[in-house]
T-cell receptor, first 115, second 116 residues
């Protein structure tokens, strides 16, 4: 089984709808991240969480919110989706305590289309 | 602020040729980490290498090699004897090492196409 899973893998929604993307991990890592990838722009950080009680904004947090329900779960919400939020979304995890400190492990991605 | 520049947007080479992907970075941190990721057409991100700023030794892994030069703030990636399966988008990334500064900053990627 994959260590970092994302659901759904693909989603088509309409402008104005609320949508939630979910991320779960079995790696036991304390840190989790949400990134967005647009063609030609690389990955941009939306939000990150260093533990269950810690939530931080990234470079492009406007229009998004997150919830860290447990150490293993980090969800990303679009309260009112708009077409320019059409992108590939990645969740990632990292371990602040291990020898692989600083290395991030990515989920398979969620392709979101907002019509 | 951290910045990663991958000036080559797209590269095409014929199979079996060698190809080098360039990565230039900017950071004020004295200790930092550099990464390369591969994104094949299927979309997932595949980790290739992590390099600590204190370790300037070049690394070779099969057909892949990395040249880290602190003096020019570059971390270039070379594929020797390229194969069609190497076709992908490659991302260079940078993170600090201080607590709270470990976020990854990505370059915009280089799309590599290997022509059979």
């Amino acid at each position: 089984d994959a260590d970092v899973t994302q659901t759904p893998r693909n989603r088509i929604t309409k402008t104005g709808k609320r949508i939630m993307l979910e991320c779960s991990q079995t790696k036991g890592h304390d840190r989790m991240y949400w990134y967005r990838q647009d063609p030609g722009l690389g990955l941009q950080l939306i939000y990150y969480s260093f533990d269950v009680k810690d939530i931080n904004k990234g470079e492009i947090s406007d229009g998004y919110s997150v919830s860290r329900q447990a150490q293993a779960k980090f969800s990303l919400s679009l309260e009112s989706a708009i077409p320019n939020q059409t992108a590939l979304y990645f969740c990632a995890t990292s371990d602040s305590t291990g020898t692989l400190y600083n290395e991030q492990f990515f989920g398979p991605g969620t392709r979101l289309t907002v019509l | 602020a951290q910045k990663v520049t991958q000036a080559q947007t797209e590269i095409s080479v014929v199979e079996k040729e060698d190809v080098t992907l360039d990565c230039v970075y900017e950071t004020r941190d004295t200790t930092y980490y550099l990464f390369w990721y591969k994104q094949p057409p299927s979309g997932e991100l595949v980790f290739l290498i992590r390099r600590n700023s204190f370790d300037e030794q070049n690394e070779i892994s099969g057909r892949y090699s990395w040249n880290f030069q602190k003096s020019t703030s570059s971390f270039n990636f070379t594929i020797t004897a390229s194969q069609v399966v190497d076709s992908a988008v490659y991302f260079c990334a940078l993170s600090g090492s201080n607590f709270g500064n470990e976020k990854l900053t990505f370059g915009t990627g280089t799309r590599l196409t290997i022509i059979p």
